[in-house]
């Protein structure tokens, strides 16, 4: 293992992060305070409560799903579509590192970046709502693999994407509607019998409903099945990384 | 003198059936300065991309410092520097940072005297901590081989490096060659500047159409495909060449004052004493005389174009 090479790819992704660190801070803080006036303050005062907890706080773990979601997606792909696009990219394949260490470095500085905004918006929840969390290391555990398995996906998008448009493409046509329709802003129970099962097809439905039930030990399903749905998406992604590392799809020609 | 890379039938084909590289071998000594000639589209750039790991060869082998470039692909590429053709940079990053990431990103631990070294080398140094988008077009390809060095390559490959580069800064890179070659890095540069070749490589390779045609040491290579013509000038301008020179093979140019006489300089009798005294013996008056080598760029067109030199 290069772990030299690792480190430094790694490192030179958090410096992009660091240089914009105001900008990193501010957007989720922003984002995060709107949703809260609008759905927790402006629509939730009429909705009170779901399955005891207050709608408010009920929104929470959606919400950090949703922004951590977004945020390893467009970090890792951002990540390796970069070089790609500006050609630096020749210096990865020139270099004494093999794809796995070029994986690591990228997506494990996606999945930071993506963790500490995470972290940030769970913070400044904290001023709008009374949280509590339950299970704080099953909370942690949730958080870090939807980090890392989105930041795969992401990794791949940003292999495959071959210009600009392309590149939110998937995050906006596929990724959000999934969360949304995800139980961020609802429990499943509260939907026609139809649509309950039509939903139990949606993968995010599992990780926000696993995550939630870290916070108030409330789940739409069993939380062992989303520990598997999300360990099968990481092992997915993993495996789709595998065989562009084997094939050099989109990289080497 | 000792090999240090070493290529055996290496070819490139692409999915469309282009084939890239037809079967190139090649053999590189340790310390050599190597300018590979050829027009757009040759396979410059994909030998250097094949043998650096960006391309992947479709058959055939290459060694760097005896270590194949895909089964010991880490020994290989750490003996590698490769400085491409276009300039491919984060905008955004500082220069200290964007040679740094260089040095870890192969194998190399943090040794900021060494990086310092290199920067000042390449007059970077009071740029260290520029982003790069403020730099010069001349400041960013120097920033590119400071990358290159960051990591002591044994092996360097300067793709076109003096591709629009005005002609202060090509000197300059020049002399950065110049010294690499002293303290014994191999340099492997493309060029379709001839003059660069002629100033700077030891040897040449001509490449066209994915093979290489030839590889020869520079002044043999002149010496051997030279033409060498002989001007005699002369005191009046005659309007036809005189019958009693038809034997030369002379050719009169337009205002008749000159005629140019071509001769082989490794023919056993160059015929210039004949045709001198034959010149006198017709009754001109000689002004001045001069002789002409064929450069490189002459040896190199007609090489690309089927032609003997």
């Known amino acids: 293992m290069n772990w030299s090479a690792i480190a430094a790819i790694y490192r030179f992704e958090m410096q992009r992060f660091f240089r914009t660190l105001a900008q990193s801070f501010l957007s989720p803080v922003l984002s995060t305070s709107l949703y809260f006036v609008v759905f927790g303050t402006a629509i939730g005062s009429r909705i009170q409560e779901v399955e005891g907890v207050s709608y408010g706080a009920f929104i929470v773990p959606g919400l950090i799903m949703l922004s951590v979601v977004m945020l390893s997606i467009s970090n890792a792909s951002f990540g390796i579509y970069f070089p790609k696009f500006l050609g630096t990219i020749y210096e990865l394949l020139s270099a004494p590192v093999n794809f796995i260490e070029i994986v690591i470095g990228y997506v494990g500085a996606a999945a930071t970046k993506a963790l500490f905004v995470g972290v940030v918006i769970l913070i400044t929840a904290t001023f709008f709502v009374d949280l509590r969390i339950e299970h704080p290391l099953a909370m942690m555990a949730f958080l870090v693999l939807t980090c890392l398995s989105f930041s795969l996906l992401g990794f791949i998008i940003g292999i495959w994407a071959s210009n600009f448009e392309q590149m939110s493409l998937v995050p906006q046509l596929v990724v959000t509607p999934l969360i949304f329709l995800g139980g961020t802003f609802y429990s499943i129970s509260m939907l026609p019998p139809v649509w309950q099962t039509i939903t139990l097809f949606n993968p995010v439905v599992y990780l926000i409903s696993g995550f939630r039930w870290s916070f108030y030990g409330l789940a739409d399903v069993p939380i062992a099945f989303s520990l598997l749905a999300i360990l099968a998406f990481t092992g997915i992604c993993l495996g789709i990384i595998g065989w562009i590392f084997k094939t050099g799809w989109r990289i080497r020609s | ?309």
């Open chain 2, 1 to 309: 003198m000792t090999t240090i890379l070493s290529i055996r039938d290496l070819r490139k084909s692409y999915a469309d059936g282009f084939e890239a590289l037809k079967g190139v071998s090649l053999d590189i000594e340790q310390g050599e300065i190597l300018a590979l000639l050829g027009p757009n589209g040759a396979g410059k750039t994909t030998l250097i991309s094949t043998i650096c790991g960006i391309t992947t060869p479709s058959s055939g082998s290459v060694t760097v410092g005896g270590h194949d470039i895909q089964t010991e692909f880490r020994a290989a590429r750490r003996m590698i520097g490769l400085v491409p053709q276009e300039i491919a940079l984060e905008p955004f990053e500082k220069v200290w940072n964007t040679v740094r990431f260089s040095r870890g990103l192969f194998g190399l631990g943090r040794d900021n005297a060494r990086l310092e070294e290199i920067l000042r080398k390449l007059s970077l140094w009071e740029k260290r901590g520029n982003a790069i988008r403020e730099l010069s077009g001349g400041m960013k390809r120097r920033v590119l081989i400071a990358k290159a060095l960051a990591h002591e390559p044994r092996v360097l490959f300067l793709d076109e490096p003096t591709a629009g580069v005005d002609v202060e800064l090509r000197k300059d890179m020049w002399e950065i060659v110049a010294e690499l070659k002293r303290a014994g890095v191999t340099i492997i540069l493309t060029t379709h500047y001839i003059e660069e070749a002629e100033a700077i490589a030891d040897r040449v390779g001509v490449i066209d159409k994915g093979e290489l045609l030839l590889v020869q040491d520079k002044d043999t290579l002149m010496a051997q495909m030279g033409k060498k013509q002989i001007e005699v000038m002369l005191t009046e301008p005659i309007p036809t060449i005189p019958s009693s020179l038809a034997a030369h093979n002379l050719v009169l140019n337009g205002s008749g004052d000159t005629l140019v006489y071509t001769y082989d300089t490794h023919a056993d009798r160059t015929g210039i004493t004949t045709l001198l005294n034959d010149v006198a013996q017709a009754g001109l008056v000689l002004r001045d005389v001069q002789t002409r080598q064929s450069s490189l760029e002459e040896i190199f067109v007609n090489l690309v174009s089927g032609e003997p030199a």
